[in-house]
């Protein structure tokens, strides 16, 4: 403070007066209006609001400021390990003619430790606030005044009006035991005004003061997030200041009062002191002016600092009912109950996240329920039960869930078709769907909002299952082992006699997981899952025998498949193959077989091993017949003397299995001769005269009349009808099934007749 008053270069005189010394013979009176030009000339907010307040208490006591500095500087000086030199005076900015007076006088103070000084700077504050019994509390820690003539004045007007107090109150607490409360209320009022920190005296009138008719309400006391909101009642006050204190259960009942600094701003004000766990009331004194109380009281009900749970919620599922909290963090544990449609509901012990609790009690029937929480506190010096909140209800609504689908199979049906089966979902509207993302888990809890559409494809509703029919549930065309990974796998293809069965009809070429979902009301409950896939047809499907022993198949690739199986029949045997797509349209497809007949289907092969399939129907067949082989020769004629007869036609038909069928083609030897010396061959059938000819019939007859399947027929050569010689002969097959029979023939010089 002395640094504001003192100019560069410039010393203090305070001994008779304040005076800031300029140079020899220069001095300057510090007054009020001194300070105020220097907060004129003081720019910085704080040295100019310092100045404005130290001018404020120079025109209430001009002998204020010099106390003031003279107390700063008798603790600089007895503190200062050099404090007896009048250097270190000169050295605080103290006027040399002044150090030495200044030095000795301050070494006849007694010195103050940290509390009395504390008790010094505060006494007059609490006379002038009518707090007398603060006031008494710190002059009991001062030194005797001694010579100090003011001091010792405060002293005795304090202790008078402490005994002032006393005696008051001392008529009020007989008053009190005689059972007159109005007399001893305007006692303990009277002393309150005396001394407005009185814990008797307020405590007192809590105890005795009733209000009349027509009094204002008392005020409210709520607490709040950081501390505790007293609310004043409604009513106009004016500018009436107030003095509130804030009294605990338990305390001593002369425990100094706790008073709630600030002034109440639009009726309300916050107590930030109050102890978590404690009970409190606040009581708030009206005053006068001059500071003293000035009527009765209004008294706050008593209130708990214990702080409730916040953020509470409450959630039920599919026979099991929730509730979460935030639990405060300085209680030692939350307190839960439960009460149901049937009474009250056995809780287990909350588990704990962090500051949030939860609670989860399975079993819950469908009804109403409310949640009851309240937060514990531990009690004050550690004996009782200690302080318990407000509870916080969380009303819930358990709803009635949907039987959930225990098993959910797949089998194929004719013409591209797949059957589900189901058991479980009783009472319940059980959809086929398709999720557009990850399956839920099974038994998982859903909304109905977010379902997706029903699958298109698959026929609404649900039909009840017959018993069981081994004819028709063969385990081996199930779909045992298709479920997805992560679902459960379903059962066997056989019904339990108590399921449902839909159909449905994948569009060809599709993979669909289908799931099973049970759905009541606004809820839901996935099922388990199954791999449905739908092959696209195979077409153009031929086959030709390259050799007796190998045959060609060629077809369409149906679409994006990777695989497709080719199933050869033949022999009473079924022989499967599964063909790459990669090595059929590089290689093809040759495939070894017999001479005998043959049937051969084609089908795409599901993308995974564990898809049921639904085939589309109309599966692409061919059969091709035993390699049916044909052969002729010409045997040379008998010999007639010098001269050889006409020669002969052997054909021979070799059947696989002895049954080369009915529509054998007939066997036409054309013979072709130019006159020339190396006639040509005949090109076909009309390329010159037939010359011998055996028809199907003959042939096919030949073939059965032996076990092997192979027959012989000979006939003569027409020589009347054949061109002169030398000529070509040559064989052809005409009619039935010339173009599935193989035709050998013999070496090409066999032919030629000379």
């Not at 209130?303 to 409730?308: D, E």
């Not at 407000?390 to 949907?402: I, K, Q």
Request: charged share 20%.
């Amino acid at each position: 403070m002395g640094e504001l008053l003192t100019p560069p270069g410039g010393r203090l005189r305070l001994l008779d007066g304040i005076f800031a010394v300029t140079g020899p013979g220069r001095r300057r009176h510090v007054g009020p209006e001194l300070l105020r030009s220097l907060r004129r000339d003081r720019p910085e907010p704080a040295a100019a609001w310092l100045l404005e307040r130290l001018a404020a208490i120079q025109d209430a006591d001009p002998a204020a400021l010099r106390r003031i500095l003279l107390y700063q500087l008798t603790h600089l000086l007895q503190d200062h390990p050099q404090g007896e030199l009048p250097a270190t005076a000169v050295g605080f900015g103290v006027d040399r003619a002044e150090a030495a007076a200044l030095v000795h006088a301050a070494a006849r103070r007694a010195r103050l430790d940290e509390g009395q000084r504390a008790a010094a700077e505060s006494l007059t504050d609490d006379v002038l606030g009518h707090r007398i019994r603060s006031a008494a509390r710190r002059a009991a820690l001062l030194p005797p005044a001694g010579e100090d003539r003011p001091l010792a004045a405060l002293l005795a007007e304090l202790a008078a009006r402490t005994a002032a107090v006393d005696a008051v109150l001392a008529v009020a607490r007989r008053a009190e035991e005689q059972g007159d409360r109005g007399r001893a209320c305007l006692h303990y009022e009277e002393a309150a005004a005396l001394a407005g920190d009185c814990p008797r005296a307020v405590r007192g009138l809590v105890r005795t003061y009733r209000p009349e008719p027509g009094d204002p309400g008392p005020p409210v006391s709520v607490l709040v997030p950081g501390g505790v909101e007293l609310r004043w009642p409604s009513g106009d006050f004016g500018d009436t200041r107030w003095r509130v204190v804030r009294l605990t259960r338990g305390e001593p009942a002369g425990a100094p009062l706790a008073e709630v600094p600030g002034r109440p701003v639009g009726g309300v004000l916050v107590d930030t002191g109050a102890g978590i766990g404690e009970e409190i009331r606040h009581v708030a004194l009206p005053l006068r002016a001059d500071g003293t109380v000035d009527g009765p009281p209004l008294i706050a009900a008593p209130l708990s600092v214990a702080p409730a749970v916040t953020e509470p919620a409450a959630v039920d599922g599919n026979g099991w009912i929730g509730a979460a909290w935030t639990a405060p963090p300085d209680a030692v544990r939350c307190e839960v109950t439960l009460t149901g449609p049937r009474g009250p509901v056995p809780v287990p012990p909350v588990a704990r996240a962090g500051s949030r609790e939860t609670l989860r009690v399975e079993g819950a029937v469908p009804g109403r329920y409310a949640w009851v929480v309240r937060a514990r506190y531990a009690p004050k010096g550690g004996a009782g039960q200690g302080a318990l909140s407000a509870p916080v209800t969380v009303p819930v609504t358990v709803h009635a869930w949907p039987e959930p689908v225990l098993t959910l199979t797949a089998r194929p049906r004719e013409a591209g078709g797949v059957e589900f089966r189901r058991t479980g979902g009783d009472g319940a509207e059980v959809r086929l769907v398709r999720w557009p993302g990850t399956t839920p888990a099974e038994r998982a809890e859903l909304t109905a909002a977010e379902l997706p559409p029903p699958l298109d494809w698959a026929a609404p509703g649900w039909t009840r299952s017959a018993t069981d029919d081994p004819a028709t549930d063969d385990p081996a065309t199930s779909v045992a082992g298709t479920s997805v990974p992560g679902e459960s796998v379903p059962g066997t293809g056989g019904s339990t006699g108590d399921g449902r069965t839909c159909v449905g009809h994948p569009p060809p070429g599709s993979q669909t997981v289908v799931s099973a979902v049970s759905v009541l009301g606004a809820r839901a409950v996935a099922g388990p899952s199954v791999l449905v896939e739908a092959t696209l047809p195979v077409t153009g499907l031929a086959l030709r025998r390259a050799a007796p022993d190998v045959v060609e198949v060629g077809f369409d690739w149906p679409g994006a498949a990777g695989t497709v199986t080719a199933a050869v029949t033949q022999d009473g045997r079924r022989t499967e193959l599964a063909v790459a797509r990669s090595v059929f349209l590089r290689e093809g497809l040759r495939l070894p077989v017999t001479p005998a007949a043959l049937s051969v289907e084609v089908h795409a092969a599901p993308r995974s091993a564990r898809s049921v399939l639904a085939s589309p129907g109309g599966d692409a067949r061919a059969e091709l017949p035993a390699d049916v082989a044909i052969s002729y020769e010409l045997v040379p004629g008998a010999r007639r003397g010098l001269r050889r007869g006409p020669a002969v036609l052997r054909v021979t038909v070799r059947a696989p299995g002895g049954t080369p069928g009915p529509d054998l083609p007939d066997f036409v030897l054309v013979a072709r001769g130019d006159g020339g010396r190396d006639p040509r061959r005949p090109n076909g059938p009309t390329d010159g005269p037939a010359v011998c000819r055996v028809t199907g019939a003959e042939l096919a007859a030949a073939a059965a009349s032996t076990k092997t399947g192979t027959g012989t027929v000979e006939h003569p050569i027409d020589t009347a009808v054949a061109p002169g010689r030398p000529y070509a002969l040559r064989g052809f097959l005409l009619g039935g099934a010339a173009a599935s029979v193989r035709l050998e023939e013999p070496p090409l010089p066999t032919l030629v007749i000379h």
